[in-house]
């Protein structure tokens, strides 16, 4: 057994395309465990696919599951973990993106304290001009 994490795109179109609109997403997991199987040089029975993996297929309904998909393949002992390659990262990953948009996000939010600074610059510039005007008056 290898063991090594593969990362596939499996084509399901053509598996589930003569198929009956009902049955298509049904077809489509047993696509995605055939392929693996082929390519994994595993039975069918040792492969475990994941709930959000699940999902994914059946997110638009047994009728349209996507025409392909990116997953990877994790084999741990006798078994074959597949899961979506969104899944599959890891949460030092997960936590370097989460700053680096959180960074973003503080220096929009330094842009846009700069911008309301102006404004009120230029609102304090009309009062002065209307309390003279009233002087004047």
């Known amino acids: 057994m290898i063991s090594e994490q593969r990362t596939y795109t499996i084509p399901l179109r053509k598996a589930f395309q003569d198929k009956p609109p009902q049955r298509r997403a049904k077809t489509a997991v047993k696509a995605v465990k055939t392929f693996l199987s082929k390519h994994m040089k595993a039975d069918e029975a040792n492969i475990k696919l994941s709930s959000s993996l699940n999902e994914v297929i059946w997110a ?33 990953q997960t936590t370097e993106e989460s700053t680096e948009d959180k960074a973003d996000e503080d220096n929009n939010d330094d842009e846009t304290t700069d911008t309301s600074s102006q404004d009120d ?7 002065e001009e209307t309390d003279e005007e009233e002087k004047d008056e």
């Open 121 to 127: 610059h230029d609102e304090t510039t009309t009062d």
């Open 60 to 92: 638009n309904g047994a009728r349209n599951p996507p025409a392909k998909i990116t997953v990877v393949a994790d084999p741990i002992e006798s078994t074959i973990t597949v899961r979506t390659e969104d899944e599959h990262r890891t949460p030092a």
